[in-house]
């Protein structure tokens, strides 16, 4: 069974630093390429930014590049997100998932196992 579990979030000060974790099992996560994705209040899914398996190469939404670095540790079947110089549009719940910048994640949040997220809040 595919389990994500998301963790790091938290209440943060515009340009402060966060680093989201989120733990897999269930499936040949260093094969897989997976996603960071947020939902911002009254939001639909975004993608947020994506890292191939073995060798990845990392993928961004323009919004967050230059301040967000994903990575991944296939030993320990974590998947991370660095978020440096966070801004209040960052606020969001992000989810990390399975799929690319390609995947309508609205689709697949109703047909697969998803996680139940970790709040990012920034404000003064």
């Known amino acids: 069974e595919v389990q994500l579990v998301e963790s790091g979030g938290g209440l943060v000060q515009p340009g402060g630093s966060l680093r989201l974790s989120c733990a897999a099992s269930?499936?040949?996560?260093?094969?897989?390429?997976m996603s960071w994705v947020r939902q911002a209040p009254g939001k639909g899914l975004e993608w947020v930014s994506s890292?191939?398996?073995?060798?990845?190469?990392?993928d961004y939404v323009d919004s967050v590049k230059g301040r967000f670095t994903i990575s991944r540790d296939n030993a320990k079947s974590t998947l991370y997100l660095q978020m440096n110089n966070l801004k209040p549009e960052d606020t969001a719940v992000y989810y990390c998932?399975?799929?690319?910048?390609?995947?309508?994640?609205?689709?697949?949040?109703?047909?697969?196992?998803w996680g139940r997220g970790t709040q990012v809040t920034v404000s003064s």
């Open positions: 890292i191939n398996g073995v060798g990845g190469a990392p």
């Open positions: 269930g499936f040949s996560f260093s094969w897989s390429i």
């Open positions: 998932a399975l799929g690319s910048r390609y995947t309508d994640y609205s689709i697949y949040k109703a047909n697969n196992p």
